[in-house]
């Protein structure tokens, strides 16, 4: 599976994410991503290879256990890693470019839920924009 940054930049490939996919509701992770959460999926270091654009990969020590990686060109939020830990990353599965091998199925840190995101499939769908 390949993902990528918005502006193409930085391009990575995984053969295989690990089972649990969060999305994670804590409040660095809606400020990181911007969104209503977060969703992370874990993947080892032998799964792995960044294919393009490692250099423009910028990193925030986002606490004193954990780094957030992000494309210093467009912003776009890549992985959380735990530092000085060689387990892989946990990619922000919104840059995959095609549907990954496990669906999320957990939510996490829901005691820091936003309050307004209303359940997606509830509302009216476009294929586009409003119009
Ligand atoms: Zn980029
Ligand atoms: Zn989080």
């Keep these: 599976m390949l993902g990528s940054c918005l502006c193409g930049s930085i391009q990575y490939r995984v053969n295989e994410f690990e089972p649990n996919i969060a999305n994670c509701h804590c409040s660095m992770c809606r400020k990181s991503s911007g969104a209503a959460f977060a969703t992370f999926a874990g993947v080892k270091p032998e799964n792995f290879t960044w294919l393009k654009g490692e250099s423009h990969i910028k990193v925030y020590e986002s606490s004193e256990v954990a780094e957030r990686g992000f494309c210093e060109k467009c912003g776009s939020?890549?992985?959380?890693?735990?530092?000085?830990?060689?387990?892989?990353?946990?990619?922000?599965?919104?840059?995959?470019?095609?549907?990954?091998?496990?669906?999320?199925?957990?939510?996490?840190?829901?005691?820091?839920?936003?309050?307004?995101?209303?359940?997606?499939?509830?509302?009216?769908?476009?294929?586009?924009?409003?119009?």
């Design 77 to 131: 939020s890549l992985f959380y890693k735990v530092k000085g830990n060689n387990t892989g990353y946990e990619i922000a599965l919104g840059t995959l470019d095609e549907e990954p091998n496990h669906k999320p199925n957990a939510n996490i840190y829901c005691s820091y839920k936003a309050q307004w995101p209303t359940n997606s499939e509830q509302l009216k769908e476009y294929k586009e924009g409003r119009g």
